[in-house]
């Protein structure tokens, strides 16, 4: 590490010889494998993009230009080349977060991870500066992934109108987002990395539409007849330049060189360019590129050696959901599924081994993929959309106008939901309980454990008249959770004791989704000071269940604990209720404080922002004894939530 270590800033590599530039590339592949191994991180992505970035801060001088990257999981080479090269506690409390970060650098602008959102802000920076005098240019690096996402599209559709300012787009072609890129713009990109003339061209063209469901023939024939002549459409200038935007490319992404002499061009330009780059993700990681699902996209903990896992990881979340789809998939022909871009990381890659053609990945296109589950309910099929949860965000007008108002039966589930923890503030999926408690009509499930994700998605399934929304965690799901019995709908996880005196029970309890463990634990902590718990799952947490009120009325008070925001979560519609109902018992609610949480694992994450069984037992503890103590001098107000 020679080299890499006297890397201080990007202007240290301007001493730097072609020879030894190579030598720092391969120095930093090193690098990555070592430390992500010990880690866990984004690999594949970022021994994809090690010349790309040299050759970035060769050519502009950041901070003054700067340098943007989309989704931020292919960033690592760019903290190396800024000063940050401590990659000890990667994603780990106290250390380097997984994707840039303001607080972290000052080369650092986007932190938000979520995809195709660097064009606007390009398109936004290039228009701050032309506004201001400035001359500083502006560089957006978007793969070809994140390019099949509409924002990417809306946003050139700007850039595109101002000839003059100084924008750069770099597009990052491996041809993957996590899985293969697909669809019509992905075919393009492949247009343009051909090189072996244009009858074979033709030939292999005809021969993809041909097996692509999503385009097929139809787009074949349109394409060969169009107006300009095929030949002109496969011209790497063809699409970009009918925008209104320079081309350069394909560009070798491994070619120092060669990066450096088209960056330069499109620097020199002064105007909107596009150039494009042909890169290799997991390159020169032979256990990556023989990995054929995403090329090590993200791993956890493996031998630097083998790639294989340190540890055998026990059933999760996902894989549960993903061998009932297949059994669901199996009983009903009407079952169809989509994702957006992640096929494999959303668990639907068995269903698409088993069902091939009724799996449509529509690219990182969430807004698309809801719009789309209407019109294949509408057609008589049932879409089970399996998106991250707080991927879900991005779709949320086309769930409410598209979906719910039209009373479609769509099936909606939410991944990755609540902490998540080590991907930071935006993959934490604790937006999405408050978000679509507005939705007339959706029902909303939270089972707690794999039993439960079985049985509730197959409830949601059987609905045929309005969205459903399945939530589950990230990582390994638990033991059974067993039920003691049943009020209305609901499952009473736990009793509570017969007071001596046969008084009203303390505390009922209202448990959501896989926090049921915990909430277990807090009766046991509670029942050791002498306060009687009722606890329940509601399994099904929108609509409120109608026996919630009755039984919250035979109880002193209500505690609600859920991985969620605060506000307007779980707790905010169980007050509603309550109050609805003319129950008049004191509410505590639990959950996430309504602010973006730092990276840290999830454990870390919970007993910072209080989210713990004796952190939660001690508040209630306290709640009931300040009760007990106006039951004794006064009678107690009449109250609705506390």
Not at 169 to 185: F, H, K, M, Q, W
Not at 338 to 359: C, H, N, S, Y
Request: overall charge negative.
């Amino acid at each position: 590490m020679a080299l890499l270590t006297r890397i201080k800033g990007p202007r240290d590599l301007d001493r730097l010889t072609p020879e030894q530039l190579v030598e720092l590339a391969g120095e930093i592949r090193t690098f990555l494998v070592d430390e992500v191994s010990k880690t866990g991180g984004h690999l594949g992505p970022n021994l994809g993009v090690v010349e790309l970035t040299i050759a970035l801060h060769r050519v502009f001088d950041s901070p003054k230009d700067k340098v943007l990257w989309d989704t931020g999981h292919q960033s690592y080479v760019h903290k190396l080349l800024t000063g940050r090269q401590d990659f000890t506690k990667l994603k780990s409390k106290g250390g380097l977060s997984g994707y840039p970060s303001r607080a972290e650098s000052e080369h650092d602008v986007i932190e938000n991870s979520h995809a195709s959102t660097v064009l606007g802000w390009a398109d936004g920076l290039a228009k701050a500066n032309e506004l201001l005098g400035k001359r500083d240019h502006t560089v957006a690096v978007i793969g070809d992934g994140a390019l099949t996402g509409g924002m990417a599209w809306e946003a050139l559709n700007n850039i595109a109108a101002a000839k003059d300012r100084p924008l750069v787009i770099v597009v990052n072609d491996n041809e993957r987002s996590y899985a293969p890129t697909i669809g019509g713009l992905a075919n393009h990109l492949a247009t343009l990395r051909t090189t072996d003339g244009y009858e074979r061209f033709l030939s292999r063209t005809k021969e993809l539409l041909e097996r692509t469901p999503v385009i097929g023939q139809p787009l074949y024939e349109t394409l060969h007849g169009a107006k300009k002549g095929f030949k002109d459409f496969i011209a790497p200038q063809g699409m970009f330049e009918d925008l209104g935007l320079k081309y350069v490319g394909p560009i070798d992404g491994h070619d120092i060189a060669a990066l450096e002499s088209a960056l330069q061009r499109a620097k020199r330009f002064g105007g909107p360019v596009i150039v494009h780059c042909l890169t290799e993700k997991g390159r020169g990681y032979t256990p990556a590129l023989q990995d054929e699902a995403d090329r090590f996209h993200a791993v956890g903990k493996i031998h630097p050696d083998t790639g294989l896992p340190i540890a055998a990881s026990g059933a999760d979340w996902t894989s549960v959901f993903a061998e009932e789809m297949v059994e669901l998939g199996k009983e009903r022909e009407d079952i169809v599924a989509i994702t957006a871009a992640m096929l494999q990381p959303v668990g639907l890659d068995k269903f698409a081994k088993a069902f091939p053609e009724r799996v449509y990945d529509v690219g990182i296109a969430e807004q698309h993929a809801a719009v789309s589950a209407a019109g294949l309910a509408t057609g008589g099929l049932h879409p089970v959309v399996a998106v991250y949860a707080t991927f879900l965000n991005r779709a949320f007008d086309q769930v409410l106008m598209d979906v719910a108002l039209h009373k479609c039966g769509v099936t909606f589930v939410l991944d990755r939901a609540g902490i998540t923890g080590t991907d930071g503030a935006s993959h934490n999926g604790m937006w999405d309980l408050s978000i679509l408690q507005v939705v007339p009509g959706l029902r909303i499930a939270a089972p707690r454990d794999a039993d439960q994700v079985r049985a509730q998605l197959r409830e949601a399934v059987a609905v045929e008249d309005a969205p459903t929304v399945v939530r589950y965690s990230k990582g390994a799901v638990g033991p059974a959770v067993k039920a003691v019995g049943t009020v209305g709908g609901m499952d009473v996880l736990r009793e509570a004791k017969t007071q001596s005196d046969g008084g009203t029970p303390d505390v009922l309890l209202v448990s959501v989704g896989a926090l049921a463990p915990m909430c277990l634990e807090i009766a046991d902590l509670l029942d050791a000071q002498g306060i009687t718990t009722t606890v329940v799952d509601p399994r099904w947490v929108k609509p409120v269940d109608e026996a919630l009120p009755g039984l919250a009325a035979g109880h002193k008070v209500v505690v609600t604990v859920e991985d969620n925001g605060r506000v307007g979560g779980v707790g905010s519609a169980v007050a509603q209720a309550l109050r609805d109902a003319n129950v008049d018992v004191p509410l505590r609610d639990f959950g996430i404080p309504q602010q973006f949480l730092d990276h840290a694992n999830r454990r870390e994450v919970m007993a910072e922002i209080g989210l713990t069984a004796p952190d939660i037992a001690r508040q209630v503890t306290g709640l009931v004894s300040r009760l007990q103590g106006r039951y004794a001098d006064e009678p107690a107000p009449q109250v609705a939530s506390d």
